[in-house]
């Protein structure tokens, strides 16, 4: 297999399916399209039919979302438990992980991620009103499904996967989930998706490779 990814410190739709890949334990190339470039967005419509990175290349099969990758991960390695294995936990790990591939627009747009970046901005209303959703969400599913363990459903997950950006931002933007109603819960979520093994391999090749300001 082959996982075309853009360049790490930015690309946080690369990372998701990079770290469900890595989660599967299976062997992979990785392609790593330089972005924010003159020709990156030649390359980039060399490998990808939608002229956007993630793509997974798996023989002849080409697939070109983060999420169609990581839900044909979950499906190839069932053995690495990629969804919870309750129904019920499982749709709603999938609904958490579709509303931040479909949802907070503004807060993706007003605070793209950067790992090599640390900075309080201010915040519009519309993004403040993101985070307390995401506080709000992931506080009930800690709450309902993740006793078990340091994750949104106990173990980690494809959810977790989508949700390790969103933590790299509120680090790099000085967000204070206290501020947006955290009783601890949130907080202690967000750390725990940025010391697993597999998010801080990427942030060292990330801030190792990142490109010259």
Request: hydrophobic share 45%; net charge neutral.
């Amino acid at each position: 297999m082959e996982l075309v990814i853009g360049t790490k410190v930015w690309s946080s739709w690369s990372m998701r399916p990079w770290l469900a890949l890595k989660r599967t334990g299976a062997p992979f190339t990785e392609t790593l399209v330089p972005l924010r470039q003159a020709t990156s967005s030649q390359a980039v419509k060399a490998a990808s039919p939608s002229g956007l990175v993630p793509v997974l290349k798996d023989g002849a099969l080409t697939i070109w979302d983060s999420l169609a990758i990581c839900e044909y991960l979950a499906e190839k390695f069932p053995e690495a438990k990629l969804w919870p294995a309750d129904p019920a936990a499982r749709a709603i790990a999938r609904s958490a992980t579709a509303e931040m591939h479909s949802g907070f627009a503004s807060l993706r747009g007003e605070c793209s991620m950067d790992l090599s970046m640390q900075k309080v901005v201010e915040l519009s209303e519309a993004t403040q009103e993101n985070i307390r959703r995401i506080v709000h969400l992931w506080t009930e599913l800690r709450r309902d499904y993740g006793r078990s363990g340091l994750f949104l459903f106990g173990e980690w997950s494809i959810a977790d996967a989508f949700y390790t950006p969103v933590a790299t931002r509120f680090r790099s933007y000085g967000v204070r989930l206290s501020d947006y109603g955290d009783m601890g819960a949130a907080g202690r979520y967000a750390e725990a998706l940025l010391e697993t093994p597999e998010y801080l391999e990427w942030e060292k090749a990330a801030l190792a490779d990142r490109p010259a300001a």
